[in-house]
């Protein structure tokens, strides 16, 4: 066996399958593109999902990847077995090689046999190979051209050797490849141990799994053969260095072990330190990794979906570093050392570094405070048991601690057992698995029914091409050279099945092999317009269509979705096809403008500033981007000026088509989450070393940055951590909202008596004069509710020698409220008063007890639940100290009257 290091490993396995005529892809993001049934990428296939499934052509058959991916959740990756097992992993590499229709089961089997013999060394007798029970191909291959014994290749069944890519579609028997690590290591204790037991038995690790994808499955669960098979494989990275470095555990390989020596490091742990808190350990070193790439591939922590689980595993992380003994933020190190370790196979992380850091800090020091809060929530929750004499703190209450503050358990019962409290821990894992019932569902985005529909497309498509109708490359996109365009129509699509006419009044999708429509994508939205059908000789129209949307179904067809608005369109007819000149180039403004404001917020903000999204509409631009903090109004004064000047100086902007890599090189920005092919657009305002922004990008755009004319930001705002949002207006847009506010200056300029420029502090003379007459007021307004006050307080009885009060008075607030309770207290130094008052249209209780009667058992929370009761409402507080709230008006008299009641009832004798 060879030992080798992880980037050893990685490398080998590129180039064992470059010299075999494969393409080496990149690694795609951790979030799937334009899949809305994955929550992460998980399997080396997902970014090759549409050509196994046809709806996608690549320009090479073979493929290899060294593959991100992320898994949270399924049979055998619960969050919660990462820690305590040596081996499971939230983020993971997948090596994989692919076929599409070129080769199949002899090459693919083969391949894996001689790299894993040949360049690794691996002893051939400890290899066991699997195959599907019905497979006697993969049987025969793996005996005849291998070599390897029948009675070591085991059959088995579609549980474990028969892959499906969802109930219909792709799928074909698989074969796996399992490692024999010796009886020594055998944990299941069955004397005939082998693969096909399939027990989980640490005697075999599965290295390799071939899948061959052969069949196609429809809706009836028939399968038919596929014209073009193809091969899909997938192998652990983690688990096969584990195996070359002889490692006890994947946290013991160079992939780990840099990390556990930096919390090591960091904690001041002995090597027994570490070792009796190695759960812990394996846990931050997990998650680092993961939250790392997470943020890299453009994920913020969120409430929800993506967002939820980076929180979730950051969280976590956070969570064991304090239990270990981390008193402040650390996991921007442990990010650190996976950037340095990393970034040499995945360079957006040394690209995005600063960012990555400053995300995770930022969501870490939230954390800490969030804990802070949860031990003050911990605090009142006990004060209020114990004046109920309850020991118990309820499942529930101490899980929404966990999950909403992100307090956990076990600190939960540590801190509870100091104060004599215990913890209803079945009552908390029962609401955990009712969470985890809920997160479980959500992991689902949805089947979308998407691939039925594509697929009818692609039958479309194909059919057209067959009939010379369409190019093979499918419609010609004219949308970059003119607006209008003299063409045929090829097709006619109601309700996505193929038609020979449609009428006036139709809502239909017209197919043109040339379109001078630009179709929805990249953040730009689709041009509007007409098609319409006419007489050659006498350029008369016959019939008009609007086009609403001209749509990308497929790469390279495009359908114009639309309402035939007079005549009857046939199948054959010569179409003008017009694209709405005016909005096109609102939309182009727009665009340009995009491009120009990112270059300058990189220039003014920092070159951490990264685009997360866009919007390009005729209307206005919206633009998402990496930033921490909200933008002061002079570095917005500096963006939009800076914009200005660039549509002033009227930079040339060109578009010219180059191999990825080379527009890369020359430094172009590529977009995180895009997909790419080999030959990209790429987008340049400015000329030669003066090109001051490149792009890559597939949009329209104006020729000349004056063509612009004014740019104006409407909004700046946040939309998630570190995520900033701009709105702003271009061109014509932006001339009339510039109109408008001159006008409106103007205006209040005359109504103060002022000259416009004058205004603003004309109107902060006033605000001061409001605000002085406010306090005024204000001061008038409380020393009327204390007068008023002071006459309630005389009629507080005496209930069993303690004065009483309850009442319902003017607040407009419930800040007033308690200040009047403290009067009370003031005038009563031993008493009890429960307030009532209409706030907003609803029903508020304010209750306090001194400091004397709660050590004689009352309690104000207690009181004050009580009563809220009667409003159909309820609340708690301190046992000094508490507030409720509720529903009910009606009642808010006979609630805080009954508080005699109560004292009576609750005060000891």
Request: net charge negative; glycine share 8%; proline share 4%.
């Given at each position: 066996?060879?030992?080798?290091?992880?980037?050893?490993?990685?490398?080998?396995?590129?180039?064992?399958?470059?010299?075999?005529?494969?393409?080496?892809?990149?690694?795609?993001?951790?979030?799937?593109?334009?899949?809305?049934?994955?929550?992460?990428?998980?399997?080396?296939?997902?970014?090759?999902?549409?050509?196994?499934?046809?709806?996608?052509?690549?320009?090479?058959?073979?493929?290899?990847?060294?593959?991100?991916?992320?898994?949270?959740?399924?049979?055998?990756?619960?969050?919660?077995?990462?820690?305590?097992?040596?081996?499971?992993?939230?983020?993971?590499?997948?090596?994989?090689?692919?076929?599409?229709?070129?080769?199949?089961?002899?090459?693919?089997?083969?391949?894996?046999?001689?790299?894993?013999?040949?360049?690794?060394?691996?002893?051939?007798?400890?290899?066991?190979?699997?195959?599907?029970?019905?497979?006697?191909?993969?049987?025969?291959?793996?005996?005849?051209?291998?070599?390897?014994?029948?009675?070591?290749?085991?059959?088995?069944?579609?549980?474990?050797?028969?892959?499906?890519?969802?109930?219909?579609?792709?799928?074909?028997?698989?074969?796996?490849?399992?490692?024999?690590?010796?009886?020594?290591?055998?944990?299941?204790?069955?004397?005939?141990?082998?693969?096909?037991?399939?027990?989980?038995?640490?005697?075999?690790?599965?290295?390799?799994?071939?899948?061959?994808?052969?069949?196609?499955?429809?809706?009836?669960?028939?399968?038919?053969?596929?014209?073009?098979?193809?091969?899909?494989?997938?192998?652990?990275?983690?688990?096969?260095?584990?195996?070359?470095?002889?490692?006890?555990?994947?946290?013991?390989?160079?992939?780990?072990?840099?990390?556990?020596?930096?919390?090591?490091?960091?904690?001041?742990?002995?090597?027994?330190?570490?070792?009796?808190?190695?759960?812990?350990?394996?846990?931050?070193?997990?998650?680092?990794?993961?939250?790392?790439?997470?943020?890299?591939?453009?994920?913020?922590?969120?409430?929800?979906?993506?967002?939820?689980?980076?929180?979730?595993?950051?969280?976590?992380?956070?969570?064991?570093?304090?239990?270990?003994?981390?008193?402040?933020?650390?996991?921007?190190?442990?990010?650190?050392?996976?950037?340095?370790?990393?970034?040499?196979?995945?360079?957006?992380?040394?690209?995005?570094?600063?960012?990555?850091?400053?995300?995770?800090?930022?969501?870490?020091?939230?954390?800490?405070?969030?804990?802070?809060?949860?031990?003050?929530?911990?605090?009142?929750?006990?004060?209020?048991?114990?004046?109920?004499?309850?020991?118990?703190?309820?499942?529930?209450?101490?899980?929404?601690?966990?999950?909403?503050?992100?307090?956990?358990?076990?600190?939960?019962?540590?801190?509870?057992?100091?104060?004599?409290?215990?913890?209803?821990?079945?009552?908390?894992?029962?609401?955990?698995?009712?969470?985890?019932?809920?997160?479980?569902?959500?992991?689902?985005?949805?089947?979308?029914?998407?691939?039925?529909?594509?697929?009818?497309?692609?039958?479309?498509?194909?059919?057209?091409?067959?009939?010379?109708?369409?190019?093979?490359?499918?419609?010609?996109?004219?949308?970059?050279?003119?607006?209008?365009?003299?063409?045929?129509?090829?097709?006619?699509?109601?309700?996505?099945?193929?038609?020979?006419?449609?009428?006036?009044?139709?809502?239909?999708?017209?197919?043109?092999?040339?379109?001078?429509?630009?179709?929805?994508?990249?953040?730009?939205?689709?041009?509007?317009?007409?098609?319409?059908?006419?007489?050659?000789?006498?350029?008369?129209?016959?019939?008009?269509?609007?086009?609403?949307?001209?749509?990308?179904?497929?790469?390279?067809?495009?359908?114009?979705?639309?309402?035939?608005?007079?005549?009857?369109?046939?199948?054959?007819?010569?179409?003008?096809?017009?694209?709405?000149?005016?909005?096109?180039?609102?939309?182009?403004?727009?665009?340009?403008?995009?491009?120009?404001?990112?270059?300058?917020?990189?220039?003014?903000?920092?070159?951490?500033?990264?685009?997360?999204?866009?919007?390009?509409?005729?209307?206005?631009?919206?633009?998402?981007?990496?930033?921490?903090?909200?933008?002061?109004?002079?570095?917005?004064?500096?963006?939009?000026?800076?914009?200005?000047?660039?549509?002033?100086?009227?930079?040339?902007?060109?578009?010219?088509?180059?191999?990825?890599?080379?527009?890369?090189?020359?430094?172009?920005?590529?977009?995180?989450?895009?997909?790419?092919?080999?030959?990209?657009?790429v987008v340049r305002i400015g000329t030669g070393e003066e090109a001051f922004s490149q792009?890559?990008?597939?949009?329209?755009?104006?020729?000349?940055?004056?063509?612009i004319g004014l740019f104006l930001i409407q909004s700046e705002s946040s939309v998630g951590?570190?995520?900033?949002?701009?709105?702003?207006?271009?061109?014509?847009?932006?001339?009339?909202?510039?109109?408008?506010?001159?006008?409106?200056?103007?205006?209040?300029?005359?109504?103060?008596?002022?000259?416009?420029?004058?205004?603003?502090?004309?109107?902060?003379?006033?605000?001061?004069?409001?605000?002085?007459?406010?306090?005024?007021?204000?001061?008038?307004?409380?020393?009327?509710?204390?007068?008023?006050?002071?006459?309630?307080?005389?009629?507080?009885?005496?209930?069993?020698?303690?004065?009483?009060?309850?009442?319902?008075?003017?607040?407009?607030?419930?800040?007033?409220?308690?200040?009047?309770?403290?009067?009370?207290?003031?005038?009563?130094?031993?008493?009890?008063?429960?307030?009532?008052?209409?706030?907003?249209?609803?029903?508020?209780?304010?209750?306090?007890?001194?400091?004397?009667?709660?050590?004689?058992?009352?309690?104000?929370?207690?009181?004050?639940?009580?009563?809220?009761?009667?409003?159909?409402?309820?609340?708690?507080?301190?046992?000094?100290?508490?507030?409720a709230g509720g529903r009910d008006v009606s009642r808010l008299a006979e609630a805080v009257?009954?508080?005699?009641?109560?004292?009576?009832?609750?005060?000891?004798?």
């Amino acid at each position: 066996m060879k030992r080798l290091t992880s980037k050893e490993l990685r490398d080998a396995f590129l180039q064992f399958f470059a010299e075999r005529g494969h393409t080496i892809v990149p690694s795609s993001s951790l979030v799937p593109h334009n899949d809305p049934t994955l929550l992460f990428t998980n399997a080396g296939m997902v970014q090759f999902k549409d050509v196994f499934l046809g709806l996608e052509k690549r320009e090479y058959t073979r493929a290899a990847t060294a593959q991100k991916c992320m898994r949270v959740s399924g049979k055998h990756n619960d969050l919660e077995t990462v820690g305590p097992s040596p081996r499971h992993h939230t983020f993971f590499e997948m090596l994989g090689n692919f076929s599409f229709g070129d080769y199949f089961k002899r090459e693919a089997i083969r391949y894996a046999w001689d790299f894993l013999t040949g360049v690794l060394e691996l002893d051939p007798d400890r290899l066991w190979p699997t195959v599907y029970e019905e497979d006697d191909e993969a049987f025969d291959l793996w005996h005849t051209m291998i070599g390897v014994p029948t009675e070591k290749i085991a059959r088995m069944g579609k549980k474990t050797n028969f892959w499906m890519m969802g109930d219909t579609g792709p799928c074909g028997p698989n074969s796996e490849i399992h490692y024999d690590r010796g009886k020594e290591f055998c944990t299941c204790g069955d004397p005939h141990c082998r693969p096909e037991l399939d027990n989980g038995c640490d005697r075999w690790w599965e290295l390799w799994n071939l899948v061959f994808m052969q069949f196609n499955m429809d809706e009836k669960g028939q399968m038919t053969r596929l014209p073009r098979p193809g091969v899909d494989t997938g192998m652990g990275f983690e688990r096969l260095i584990s195996l070359l470095q002889d490692a006890p555990s994947n946290y013991d390989t160079d992939l780990f072990v840099p990390i556990m020596r930096r919390i090591q490091e960091l904690l001041g742990h002995s090597d027994e330190e570490m070792r009796k808190r190695i759960v812990g350990y394996r846990i931050i070193a997990d998650h680092g990794r993961a939250t790392t790439f997470l943020v890299g591939d453009g994920v913020r922590p969120g409430n929800e979906g993506r967002g939820y689980v980076l929180r979730l595993i950051l969280r976590r992380a956070a969570r064991h570093g304090k239990m270990l003994g981390f008193t402040e933020p650390f996991l921007g190190e442990i990010a650190k050392v996976v950037i340095d370790q990393m970034s040499d196979p995945y360079t957006e992380l040394s690209l995005r570094r600063e960012f990555i850091l400053k995300i995770i800090n930022q969501e870490e020091e939230r954390f800490q405070q969030t804990l802070s809060t949860g031990l003050g929530l911990l605090e009142e929750m006990m004060e209020s048991l114990r004046a109920e004499g309850k020991r118990e703190i309820p499942g529930e209450q101490a899980f929404r601690l966990y999950d909403t503050y992100g307090f956990p358990l076990d600190l939960t019962r540590e801190v509870a057992a100091e104060q004599g409290f215990t913890v209803d821990v079945q009552g908390f894992q029962q609401a955990l698995e009712e969470q985890r019932e809920r997160a479980r569902a959500a992991q689902h985005f949805g089947p979308t029914g998407e691939e039925d529909r594509l697929a009818r497309y692609r039958q479309v498509m194909d059919k057209l091409q067959a009939e010379g109708k369409l190019p093979a490359q499918g419609v010609d996109q004219l949308c970059y050279e003119t607006y209008e365009a003299d063409t045929r129509l090829v097709a006619i699509l109601r309700d996505g099945e193929l038609a020979d006419s449609a009428r006036e009044g139709e809502e239909v999708a017209l197919v043109l092999p040339q379109t001078p429509f630009y179709a929805e994508k990249g953040g730009q939205v689709g041009d509007t317009g007409i098609i319409a059908g006419y007489e050659r000789a006498t350029d008369a129209l016959t019939w008009e269509f609007e086009v609403a949307e001209p749509r990308e179904v497929l790469p390279g067809f495009i359908v114009h979705f639309g309402k035939m608005t007079s005549g009857t369109a046939r199948v054959g007819d010569e179409v003008w096809a017009a694209v709405d000149y005016e909005r096109r180039q609102d939309i182009a403004r727009n665009h340009t403008a995009t491009h120009i404001l990112h270059s300058e917020l990189r220039y003014i903000l920092g070159e951490h500033v990264q685009q997360a999204g866009s919007l390009v509409t005729p209307d206005y631009l919206r633009f998402d981007f990496t930033h921490s903090a909200m933008l002061t109004q002079d570095e917005l004064d500096a963006v939009e000026q800076s914009v200005n000047d660039a549509i002033l100086a009227n930079y040339p902007v060109s578009a010219e088509v180059e191999p990825y890599k080379e527009a890369v090189a020359k430094g172009a920005i590529a977009l995180f989450g895009e997909k790419y092919g080999d030959r990209v657009r790429v987008v340049r305002i400015g000329t030669g070393e003066e090109a001051f922004s490149q792009e890559l990008c597939g949009g329209t755009h104006v020729a000349y940055t004056g063509e612009i004319g004014l740019f104006l930001i409407q909004s700046e705002s946040s939309v998630g951590a570190g995520l900033r949002r701009i709105v702003a207006l271009t061109g014509r847009a932006a001339q009339r909202m510039a109109s408008q506010r001159i006008r409106t200056l103007n205006a209040a300029a005359a109504f103060l008596g002022c000259n416009p420029e004058e205004v603003d502090r004309k109107v902060l003379n006033l605000m001061e004069r409001v605000q002085a007459l406010e306090k005024t007021l204000e001061g008038w307004k409380r020393l009327q509710a204390r007068q008023q006050f002071e006459t309630l307080i005389r009629q507080a009885e005496k209930v069993r020698g303690v004065p009483v009060l309850g009442a319902v008075v003017s607040a407009s607030d419930v800040d007033t409220m308690r200040e009047m309770t403290d009067w009370f207290r003031e005038a009563h130094p031993t008493g009890v008063v429960l307030l009532g008052a209409v706030i907003n249209e609803k029903p508020s209780l304010v209750a306090a007890v001194t400091e004397d009667l709660v050590k004689r058992g009352l309690s104000a929370a207690a009181l004050v639940r009580d009563a809220a009761r009667l409003i159909e409402g309820g609340g708690g507080g301190k046992p000094t100290l508490a507030q409720a709230g509720g529903r009910d008006v009606s009642r808010l008299a006979e609630a805080v009257q009954s508080v005699s009641a109560w004292v009576r009832e609750h005060l000891p004798a």
